[in-house]
């Protein structure tokens, strides 16, 4: 199982466990949001390997590698 | 707005970007409305008129989208302020029409949650419910009234379904405050607001009757500019927030959660989804659009056609502006009688507006196409395709197509960078966009490359070749400098690059159509007014003081600006130019094409026209010092090329970027940076090609 959304395939799903607090990049990401316990896929990615196109709460949201490797995931 | 009566009440619309908010403030208020900045910063303020369906007046406010009211922009704490009612020249509004797009429910509910909280009288507005439809997402509008208390009206801003049932709403003047429970806070972080708020009073920084929204808001402000925020209270402000973090750590997230957790409640009563997401026309479209060779494909048709419209179809209409322009100025002509104020007119004035007015219909073009892009959904997906390569000179997605548009013609390339969030990223993205070579440049590179390599002797490829050199040249110098100001000048946290993907939808054109008129009055009218005044001056640098007789060159010598050429001498000659080409620089800060007539002039050759250029080129091939030796020598010709890619030489530009950057810092440092850098590598080039020999 990968440990955060950064390495979580195209197609499959997760949810999400814990994201560091106190950090003002991820708090509008939580506004999206994507808060511990929420379900979130990965769409696709783009040619180059990021941003990466996700689906949560039914909106779909594209980021980088870099905030995405903050979010650490479980198995859904 | 100020002859509405004062009873008139002001309804503020708020939304989600992508929400179709704009869109269906246009449609209330259509062509009765006014736009404006907000005084200190460049956010548009729209307000407009319109009736209920009682025949009421009121007065409608279309203030910023954002995602939550927890500023991360200056746009965002626009909308915080006046709703809160923090803003001196806007009134706090009595009324609030909250859109929601229907097909992301969830995800709007927060900004719609936080908008309740408020506690101002409500309409919410699920708008866009043919693309909820589309995705089987059915929300019970009357249980969610029900449970909320409040009118809820289901829209599609395009088709104007439900305009009428959102206009008896607008009627309404019992709409009871939400019954939406404020967010639980605990006990300690309620304790610190209140603290806070007391401080806050005592130092003037809210109003005496704030409830505990207004020191939150302020504490959790992520506005890197802080504005609306006076500079003397910000210290304070710090402090408070620092103490929250160190006694609540994740007081913060922690909030988010809870706002997310009754959201869910919520959802659960009145929404009911596909457990699956279902196929629609938008993930159908998508994996073509996305697709990672067929989504790059498309991508360069759609730049290939922006391309065609702006070079092409916008020759036409700016022939017949110049045509129009030429014809007016030789009416006035033999309307006036000789003299100085004649000549103004016709030398000075009519081209000038005419050099201004002439870039109308690429900037037209422009816009509507920006406008269709975003309003369909596009342009989040050329952002997503070309994020990758913007973020290697620390850029996102979203500075690419302002950034390709200035390559027509920086003035839509900088009022384009209105479409990045990221304040940062979109001062930065101003900063280059002069740095794409622009069609101004183009006559002035023609000329150059011919006299470089007179027809004949090589052939036309290697023209092109040099030709695109320098258009390479610019775009890795602008790269460069994004990369620079990313990593020296601009400090300050990296914003995160996140991105909506909306659903795709048809664009609301009528919506489109006005908003690419607004834009190009502002146009007409900012740089039009500065653009005279320069157009004058420099007309007036040329014709005095005056000489006796017809000789138009020996005028040219003995005018302000001719000795203007001879005082810059000394300090071009280093790069290998004499005052004559002194006199072709300072014409070319009032647009860099200029350069072509004021040469024309300063040779006396009969025709400046950039139709034909070999007059003028062949002048400028056998033009010779005092000493004999040639003035346009090859290292001459490249160094005043790459003086021409690199400097600051537009007015008009100035002063945009002064507009949208909202002060003269800006456009003054990038005058600095971009003519500084021009003149070193032209100093360079020629002193080291001199050197070597050439």
Redesign the interface.
Known sequence: MPATLAELPVGSSAIVQA?P??R??????????I????RVSV??R??????I?I??????????N??AAFIAISAA | MSAAAPETPLIAIVGNPNSGKTTLFNLLTGLKQKVANYPGVTVEKKIGECYSQHGKKLRLIDLPGAYSLNARSPDEAVLRDVLLGRRPETPRPDRVVCVLDSANFERNLYMAGQVLELGLPTILVLNMVDVAEQREWRIDAIKLSEILGIPVVKTNAISGQGLIELKLALSREDISPPKWQNAALPEGVKAALEHSRDEMRQAGVIHTRSSLLEPLYLLSDHDPTHYGIADTQIARIHELRSRMETDFPGWEDALVAERYRRIEELCAQVLKRPDQEIETITTKLDRILLHPVLGFVNLLLVLGLLFFLIFKVAEGPMGWIEAGFGQFGAWVEGLMSPGDFRDLIVNGVVPGVSGVVIFLPQILILFFFIGIMEDTGYMSRLAFIMDWAMSKVGLNGKSFLPFLSSYACAIPGVMAARTIDSPKDRLITILIAPLASCSARLPVYSLLIGVLFPVGEVGAFVQAGIMLGLYSLGTLGAFFFAWVFNKFVMKGSASPMILEMPSYKMPALKSILLQVWQRARMFLVRAGTIILGISILIWAASTYPKTAGDDSAKQMEHSFAGRAGKLIEPAIAPLGYDWKIGIGLIGSFAAREVFNSTMSVVYAVESGDDDNLAPLRDKLAAERRPDGRLVYTPLVCISLLVFYVFAMQCVSTIAIVKRETGSWKWAMFQLGYMTGTAYLLSLLIFQIGSALGY
């Open positions: 994201m607090t106190g003002s990049c991820l708090t509008r990401l939580r506004e999206m949001g808060v511990p316990g929420t769409t696709r783009a040619p180059l390997g990021e941003p196109e689906c949560v709460r039914g909106s779909h949201l594209s980021m980088r870099h905030e």
